[in-house]
């Protein structure tokens, strides 16, 4: 583990801007997408050799290298009747072996965030909240051909093909709340055998909250309810800091208390005027967070990953120099992690 919380950076924020910034971020995250025709092996030659250039231009830069594995949408988000399609799962459990094989070659220290969004319609698609009782294609796969043909051993395949062929690699999985409470979500990540990883992925938002009080928002941040979408800095009014991060605590306790790395954060500038535009949505999760660092390696924290999760959302090209200000501020006095 770190010394001191870390810092990141994902999708949006290309490795061109983060140098011309003089940013020297501690993690870069990279998207990993599709089953099939058009899926991440096929965009460099030989298959997989997308990694390989990744990960050697993160290590480049002084950072480590983490990778966002989202196979799983392939057949239409929440679609849970692909898990247990043969010929799907057969290409999909391929690509997840090539993945950790590209990964372990680099015999660099990599992080994985294991199918974000999958847990969550899981969750709401599993009789009774429990995965075992959700048929999928598992033991098809040799090296899992122990794991039970549900969803609970889809989650023990995908942990034991990377102590297999990434051994360096730390992985986690990434629960979703979606309006439940953190002790539901918790007990069915344990009921997974998510303790069973090396970390938990905690996202707030995927959205600056700008975008969603607009009047009319774009598809991208359509849909989400009626707010509030702005976060309270002074933790009085809901939604504030210190509650997201009691509910991840509450979820952490049931989960061997692994550390967190907060993902896919949205980077927007605060104001006091509601809504924005494209790239311009106000938000208030980076500011808060790099003048608040303390409080969250305090509650076990490790790394705090920031992206946008839309075309429309904020990124260091667009916030005006937030981000590289603050993170410069940030490690001129960084926070302990405690071990």
């Given at each position: 583990?770190?010394?001191?919380?870390?810092?990141?950076?994902?999708?949006?924020?290309?490795?061109?801007?983060?140098?011309?910034?003089?940013?020297?971020?501690?993690?870069?995250?990279?998207?990993?997408?599709?089953?099939?025709?058009?899926?991440?092996?096929?965009?460099?030659?030989?298959?997989?050799?997308?990694?390989?250039?990744?990960?050697?231009?993160?290590?480049?830069?002084?950072?480590?290298?983490?990778?966002?594995?989202?196979?799983?949408?392939?057949?239409?988000?929440?679609?849970?009747?692909?898990?247990?399609?043969?010929?799907?799962?057969a290409s999909y459990w391929a690509q997840v072996?090539?993945?950790?094989?590209?990964?372990?070659?680099?015999?660099?220290?990599?992080?994985?965030?294991?199918?974000?969004?999958?847990?969550?319609?899981?969750?709401?698609?599993?009789?009774?909240?429990?995965?075992?009782?959700?048929?999928?294609?598992?033991?098809?796969?040799?090296?899992?051909?122990?794991?039970?043909?549900?969803?609970?051993?889809?989650?023990?395949?995908?942990?034991?093909?990377?102590?297999?062929?990434?051994?360096?690699?730390?992985?986690?999985?990434?629960?979703?709340?979606?309006?439940?409470?953190?002790?539901?979500?918790?007990?069915?990540?344990?009921?997974?055998?998510?303790?069973?990883?090396?970390?938990?992925?905690?996202?707030?938002?995927?959205?600056?909250?700008?975008?969603?009080?607009?009047?009319?928002?774009?598809?991208?941040?359509?849909?989400?309810?009626?707010?509030?979408?702005?976060?309270?800095?002074?933790?009085?009014?809901?939604?504030?800091?210190?509650?997201?991060?009691?509910?991840?605590?509450?979820?952490?306790?049931?989960?061997?208390?692994?550390?967190?790395?907060?993902?896919?954060?949205?980077?927007?500038?605060?104001?006091?005027?509601?809504?924005?535009?494209?790239?311009?949505?106000?938000?208030?999760?980076?500011?808060?967070?790099?003048?608040?660092?303390?409080?969250?390696?305090?509650?076990?924290?490790?790394?705090?990953?920031?992206?946008?999760?839309?075309?429309?959302?904020?990124?260091?090209?667009?916030?005006?120099?937030?981000?590289?200000?603050?993170?410069?501020?940030?490690?001129?006095?960084?926070?302990?992690?405690?071990?």
């Amino acid at each position: 583990m770190p010394n001191r919380l870390l810092g990141g950076l994902g999708a949006g924020n290309s490795i061109s801007d983060i140098t011309s910034q003089q940013i020297h971020p501690d993690i870069i995250d990279t998207y990993l997408v599709g089953v099939g025709s058009g899926s991440w092996p096929t965009w460099n030659s030989p298959d997989g050799a997308y990694i390989t250039y990744v990960s050697a231009n993160v290590k480049a830069i002084g950072a480590v290298p983490m990778f966002t594995l989202y196979q799983m949408a392939a057949k239409g988000e929440g679609n849970l009747a692909a898990v247990n399609d043969a010929t799907f799962m057969a290409s999909y459990w391929a690509q997840v072996k090539l993945m950790y094989q590209k990964i372990g070659a680099t015999d660099l220290p990599t992080l994985v965030n294991l199918e974000p969004d999958f847990w969550g319609f899981a969750l709401a698609g599993a009789p009774g909240g429990d995965p075992t009782k959700l048929p999928a294609r598992v033991s098809i796969m040799s090296e899992c051909a122990g794991q039970p043909d549900n969803v609970a051993g889809l989650a023990q395949c995908l942990l034991t093909l990377g102590r297999s062929y990434a051994p360096k690699a730390k992985l986690g999985f990434p629960p979703s709340f979606w309006g439940r409470d953190a002790t539901t979500v918790g007990n069915f990540m344990l009921k997974l055998g998510a303790d069973k990883a090396d970390f938990i992925v905690a996202q707030t938002s995927d959205r600056d909250a700008g975008c969603m009080e607009v009047a009319s928002p774009p598809a991208e941040c359509a849909g989400r309810g009626n707010g509030p979408f702005y976060w309270d800095e002074a933790n009085v009014a809901t939604p504030n800091f210190r509650q997201d991060l009691d509910q991840w605590a509450a979820a952490r306790s049931l989960l061997a208390n692994l550390p967190i790395l907060y993902w896919q954060t949205p980077m927007g500038v605060p104001s006091a005027t509601p809504g924005g535009t494209p790239g311009h949505y106000r938000d208030n999760h980076v500011h808060y967070m790099l003048t608040h660092p303390t409080e969250y390696a305090a509650r076990g924290v490790f790394a705090i990953v920031f992206s946008g999760g839309g075309s429309t959302s904020a990124s260091i090209t667009t916030d005006g120099g937030q981000f590289a200000r603050l993170f410069q501020a940030y490690l001129a006095n960084p926070a302990p992690y405690p071990h």
